[in-house]
C-alpha cells in the first residue's frame, strides 16, 4: 500500500523559515518517480509548488516561490522535503506532499499528474 507521511510546518513570522518532510513507502518505481509539493490557501484551488524528478533530481519551481524554496530528497531515507525561506503571508496554506507515476519531468507537477496525495500539512506565516 501507498503512502505518503508529512511532517513538518508550522507558524512563522514573515522572513523566517520552515522545512517540510514527505516520508514516502509503498512506491514501485515509476510510480513514486515523480514527487512534488503543493499547497491549497482558502478560497483558492491547489497548485503546485516545486517537484522533483526523483531518478535525475531535476527540479521545478513555481514562479511564487523560485529562490526561496527548496526542493530536495533523501534517497535512502526514501524522503522528500521542501525547505521555505522568507516566508510572506501569502505563502499562508495547507502544503500537500504528492506523488505520481512518471518516466521524467518536465515542468512543476499539476493536479491531474498526482496518484497519490499526502494529508496535508498547515503553513501559516504571520506579518
Known amino acids: 500500500q501507498v503512502y505518503l507521511a508529512e511532517s513538518g510546518g508550522g507558524s512563522v513570522q514573515a522572513g523566517g523559515s520552515l522545512r517540510l518532510s514527505c516520508a514516502a513507502s509503498g512506491f514501485t518505481s515509476p510510480y513514486g518517480d515523480c514527487m512534488g509539493w503543493f499547497r491549497q490557501a482558502p478560497g483558492k484551488e491547489r497548485e503546485g509548488v516545486a517537484s522533483i524528478y526523483r531518478r535525475g533530481g531535476t527540479t521545478y519551481y513555481a514562479d511564487s516561490v523560485k529562490g526561496r524554496f527548496t526542493i530536495s530528497q533523501d534517497s535512502a531515507a526514501n524522503t522528500v522535503s521542501l525547505q521555505m525561506n522568507s516566508l510572506q503571508p501569502e505563502d499562508t496554506a495547507i502544503y500537500y506532499c504528492?506523488?505520481?507515476?512518471?518516466?521524467?519531468?518536465?515542468?512543476?507537477?499539476?493536479?491531474?499528474?498526482?496518484?497519490?496525495w499526502g494529508q496535508g500539512s498547515q503553513v501559516t506565516v504571520s506579518s
Open positions: 504528492a506523488a505520481a507515476y512518471c518516466y521524467a519531468l518536465t515542468r512543476v507537477l499539476r493536479r491531474f499528474d498526482i496518484n497519490t
